[in-house]
């Protein structure tokens, strides 16, 4: 395939992929900056709501719009001159990290769209929670390991059951274990218990990692709210994992709490309504 007079070392199917790939994120970055242009309008004094969820959208339009440059930018200067096939596949890497994360950041989007829905039906069955929070611990237990974290798991004395949704609570705690092992350095602790009294079972999620500060702390359920912007960015995440739990426990009629001491610890607690069966 040739390009530019210029000869480039890769098979037809290849220079198929790498353009189209390219004219993907052109066209996807022409929507984002049509968007712009309508969120720049001036509002009037009495759309204070919507001015705030303007620059929400604006900030996630913002998201979407990193990786789509990064994938472009990759693809045209992998065409601007013949490369070897290595490179080549170099690019095709790095651009599916990128397609991932976007593909992560719009199933989050998604799934916040739907939970808010008034036509939302949650399923419930009954559900060992002390089995459940044994589940995600085996699941995350080797990743911990590699970074050097010890995962616990608190067993109850007894079986906790109690109604919910199984797949949304995982999704919640799992959520809530992967956050905490982002945020632990090396040698640190993350653990899980269930517990529950008279008026509600109780999952939580501790850690002795970086803490939160008193500032940001009543915001970090907010969905579009990041505590270190360019942090969560480096890691991979998509800044919705904590929206997600909090919308999940109120699908549920519950809430997700917070505490959290900057550079010492953070636990987070899910509070299901209404006693555990035993």
Same mark, same amino acid.
């Given at each position: 395939?040739?390009?530019?007079?210029?000869?480039?070392?890769?098979?037809?199917?290849?220079?198929?992929?790498?353009?189209?790939?390219?004219?993907?994120?052109?066209?996807?970055?022409?929507?984002?900056?049509?968007? %712009? *242009?309508?969120?720049? *309008?001036?509002?009037?004094?009495?759309? =204070?709501?919507?001015?705030?969820?303007?620059?929400?959208?604006?900030?996630?339009?913002?998201?979407?719009?990193?990786?789509? =440059?990064?994938?472009?930018?990759?693809?045209?200067?992998?065409?601007?001159?013949?490369?070897?096939?290595?490179? $080549?596949?170099?690019?095709?890497?790095?651009?599916?990290?990128?397609?991932?994360?976007?593909?992560?950041?719009?199933?989050?989007?998604?799934?916040?769209?739907?939970?808010?829905?008034?036509?939302? %039906?949650?399923?419930?069955?009954?559900?060992?929670?002390?089995?459940?929070?044994?589940?995600?611990?085996? $699941? $995350?237990?080797?990743?911990?390991? =590699?970074?050097?974290?010890?995962?616990?798991?608190?067993?109850?004395?007894?079986?906790?059951? !109690?109604?919910?949704?199984?797949?949304? *609570?995982?999704?919640?705690?799992?959520?809530?274990?992967?956050?905490?092992?982002?945020?632990?350095?090396?040698?640190? !602790?993350?653990?899980?218990?269930?517990?529950?009294?008279?008026?509600?079972?109780?999952?939580?999620?501790?850690?002795?990692?970086?803490?939160?500060? @008193?500032? @940001?702390?009543?915001?970090?359920?907010?969905?579009?709210?990041?505590?270190?912007?360019?942090?969560?960015? =480096?890691?991979?995440?998509?800044?919705?994992?904590?929206?997600?739990?909090?919308?999940? *426990?109120?699908?549920?009629?519950?809430?997700?709490?917070?505490?959290?001491?900057?550079?010492?610890?953070?636990?987070?607690?899910?509070?299901?309504?209404?006693?555990?069966?035993?």
């Amino acid at each position: 395939a040739t390009r530019a007079g210029l000869k480039l070392d890769l098979t037809s199917k290849e220079f198929l992929l790498l353009t189209l790939l390219a004219r993907r994120a052109g066209e996807v970055l022409s929507r984002t900056q049509i968007a %712009e *242009m309508v969120w720049d *309008m001036n509002f009037d004094s009495d759309t =204070n709501i919507v001015d705030v969820n303007v620059r929400r959208l604006r900030s996630k339009v913002d998201d979407l719009r990193t990786p789509v =440059n990064n994938i472009r930018g990759a693809v045209e200067v992998a065409l601007e001159r013949a490369r070897t096939v290595d490179e $080549y596949r170099n690019v095709l890497d790095s651009s599916l990290e990128e397609v991932v994360r976007l593909s992560e950041l719009i199933g989050d989007l998604l799934f916040l769209a739907r939970a808010e829905s008034p036509l939302k %039906e949650l399923h419930r069955e009954r559900v060992n929670v002390g089995g459940l929070v044994i589940t995600v611990r085996d $699941y $995350y237990e080797a990743a911990a390991a =590699n970074v050097g974290i010890s995962l616990l798991a608190v067993e109850s004395a007894e079986p906790l059951t !109690v109604e919910l949704n199984r797949s949304l *609570m995982l999704r919640a705690v799992s959520n809530l274990v992967s956050n905490a092992i982002a945020h632990t350095p090396p040698g640190g !602790v993350v653990t899980l218990a269930a517990s529950s009294d008279d008026e509600s079972l109780r999952i939580q999620v501790s850690d002795t990692g970086t803490g939160i500060s @008193a500032e @940001a702390l009543p915001k970090v359920f907010d969905r579009f709210f990041r505590v270190d912007p360019s942090r969560s960015k =480096n890691s991979g995440g998509t800044g919705l994992g904590l929206a997600i739990v909090q919308s999940i *426990m109120t699908l549920h009629g519950g809430k997700a709490e917070i505490t959290s001491e900057l550079g010492r610890r953070t636990c987070v607690t899910l509070r299901i309504p209404g006693p555990a069966a035993r």
